[in-house]
């Protein structure tokens, strides 16, 4: 699993400006918003082989995305800071 720093790293290399969002583990999505039940990410969500939206700007992800996601294969999200 990816730890928060190797996410932010990656993004950063990627080009995503990390100034008001964060890059978060897929599966630390739930643990870390305020709620405790989801979050909504801060751009597309897009699979990692074939580059097509899994989840839109603004989607919720909640436990049943976050599987999702991550059947898919991907490592990270960029949230909304």
């Known amino acids: 699993m990816l730890t928060y720093s190797q996410a932010r790293i990656h993004a ?5 400006d990390l100034v008001s969002t964060d890059a ?6 739930v643990s870390r918003s305020k709620s405790g039940k989801g979050a909504w990410p801060a751009i597309d969500v897009v699979h990692p082989a074939t580059l097509e939206v899994v989840c839109p700007a603004g989607y919720w992800i909640d436990d049943k995305e976050v599987e999702l996601l991550t059947s898919l294969g991907v490592d990270y999200v960029i949230m909304e800071d």
């Not at 978060?24 to 999505?29: D, E, L, Q, R, Y």
């Open 24 to 29: 978060v583990p897929v599966h630390k999505i």
């Open 12 to 16: 950063a290399a990627c080009g995503f």
